[in-house]
T-cell receptor
Framework: GDSVTQMEGPVTLSEEAFLTINCTYTATGYPSLFWYVQYPGEGLQLLLKATKADDKGSNKGFEATYRKETTSFHLEKGSVQVSDSAVYFCALRANTGNQFYFGTGTSLTVIP | KAGVTQTPRYLIKTRGQQVTLSCSPISGHRSVSWYQQTPGQGLQFLFEYFSETQRNKGNFPGRFSGRQFSNSRSEMNVSTLELGDSALYLC??????????????FGQGTRLTVV
């Protein structure tokens, strides 16, 4: 079945460091891929998305590229800020149905 | 435009009781999905409603049920509560229909604690 495997956390970085959070997926067909972010006590906020192979999603300095050949959708940011501290979820939605499959989440803490 | 509204934000219930959670989707969205989030199991899909019909269901016992009204608002009900039902319940709103590349917008969740 469909699934998402996400890099284990927690991750602690210094401000302005480079961030990578790995995400790989298993799905039949061509799913849509997403990164969501969750701040303490809040729901999930969409960070970026990609709907087909080689698409690059980007938002607020974060980027991820849909790589069909490696079934990956790694999240990157060149220079993290303290305000980026949150839990990040990689997710896919299959091309049939409206159900999302989420990774386990990666907790990021950025220290000044 | 208004986001996804979930009420209440917090609930404390006793084992054996039942509970009803509410979700108002974004105006114009016809699909509402529910997810359970726990530290041990992560985010798990409960069910999806579209145009008042359950379209998809996750692997949860029959104690978990839901419904959707004609205005797309949805409720989920959990009967005979167990300690393990303590979780953050998230509602997701999307256009639904046949456009499968649309994202889902999540509410802030209802934090249910069973004691």
């Amino acid at each position: 079945g469909d699934s998402v495997t996400q890099m284990e956390g927690p991750v602690t970085l210094s401000e302005e460091a480079f961030l990578t959070i790995n995400c790989t997926y298993t799905a039949t067909g061509y799913p849509s891929l997403f990164w969501y972010v969750q701040y303490p006590g809040e729901g999930l906020q969409l960070l970026l998305k990609a709907t087909k192979a080689d698409d690059k999603g980007s938002n607020k300095g974060f980027e991820a590229t849909y790589r069909k050949e490696t079934t990956s959708f790694h999240l990157e940011k060149g220079s993290v800020q303290v305000s980026d501290s949150a839990v990040y979820f990689c997710a896919l939605r299959a091309n049939t149905g409206n159900q999302f499959y989420f990774g386990t989440g990666t907790s990021l803490t950025v220290i000044p | 435009k208004a986001g996804v509204t979930q009420t209440p934000r917090y609930l404390i219930k006793t084992r054996g009781q039942q509970v009803t959670l509410s979700c108002s989707p974004i105006s114009g969205h016809r699909s509402v999905s529910w997810y359970q989030q726990t530290p041990g199991q992560g985010l798990q899909f409960l069910f999806e409603y579209f145009s008042e019909t359950q379209r998809n269901k996750g692997n949860f016992p029959g104690r978990f049920s839901g419904r959707q009204f004609s205005n797309s608002r949805s409720e989920m009900n959990v009967s005979t509560l167990e300690l393990g039902d303590s979780a953050l319940y998230l509602c997701a709103s999307s256009l639904g229909g046949t456009r499968m590349n649309t994202e889902a917008f999540f509410g802030q969740g209802t934090r249910l604690t069973v004691v």
